[in-house]
């Protein structure tokens, strides 16, 4: 197994243009977040998935963020209309539940920078 | 709500130096795990330890070492005799189900 990928790995966009981003978990891994982080700033919890089921989404993620896993599988993040402030770095992480609640250790991919114009 | 600080941006040291990095943390669960993080500029996070909140015993795991001290909600990390490719962001991290990061400490190992 290769890690967790995400595509594309930077991403330049016009503000007001969709983007699209893709994560590959571990394959045995059930569960995927998605994470954003900007500069100088540690990442900050955005959604995260168990199989297909979105079971949870922050305040940060507004109405025109949407995440998918069909199939719980890939997953992938979709900004509509972007605007400047969603310049980040997106993160995917996936995890293989722990028998205990909050002892997961993520492994994270290298992420997807996104710079807004 | 839950809260990790990491009061030092930037640390700087010459080979061989040992460094510490300070996390303090704020949460009301009884139970709760507590981790390190390491980012290195090609920007993958990667794991390094991971410490449960039943467990205030202080372990060394090659050159790492590790000081949780639950009076002071304190879980602090030692990298002895750094070496350059130590050079990286260390984050620290808070559990539930969803990981609090720390603002992170950039670590800059000078030969």
């Known amino acids: 197994d290769t890690g967790v990928s995400q595509d594309p790995r930077h991403k330049i966009t016009k503000r007001g243009q969709n983007v699209t981003f893709r994560c590959d978990p571990i394959?045995?891994?059930?569960?995927l977040y998605w994470y954003r982080q900007t500069l100088g700033q540690g990442p900050e919890f955005l959604t995260y998935f168990q199989n297909e089921a979105q079971l949870e989404k922050s305040r940060l993620l507004s109405d025109r963020f949407s995440a998918e896993r069909p199939k719980g599988s890939f997953s992938t993040l979709e900004i509509q209309r972007t605007e400047q402030g969603d310049s980040a770095m997106y993160l995917c992480?996936?995890?293989?539940?722990?028998?205990?609640?909050?002892?997961?250790?993520?492994?994270f991919g290298a992420g997807s920078r996104l710079t807004v114009l | 709500a839950q809260k990790v600080t990491q009061a030092q941006t930037e640390i700087s040291v010459v080979e061989k130096e040992d460094v510490t990095l300070d996390c303090v943390y704020e949460t009301r669960d009884t139970t709760y795990y507590l981790f390190w993080y390491k980012q290195p500029p090609s920007g993958e996070l990667v794991f390094l330890i991971r410490?449960?909140?039943?467990?205030?015993q202080n372990e060394i795991s090659g050159r790492y070492s590790w000081n949780f001290q639950k009076s002071t909600s304190s879980f602090n990390f030692t990298i002895t005799a750094s070496q350059v490719v130590d050079s990286a962001v260390y984050f620290c991290a808070l559990s539930g189900y969803k990981l609090s990061f720390g603002a992170g400490t950039t670590v800059t190992v000078r030969a």
């Open positions: 410490r449960n909140s039943f467990d205030e």
């Open positions: 394959s045995e891994h059930n569960r």
């Open positions: 992480a996936s995890s293989d539940p722990d028998s205990v609640s909050g002892a997961n250790v993520l492994t």
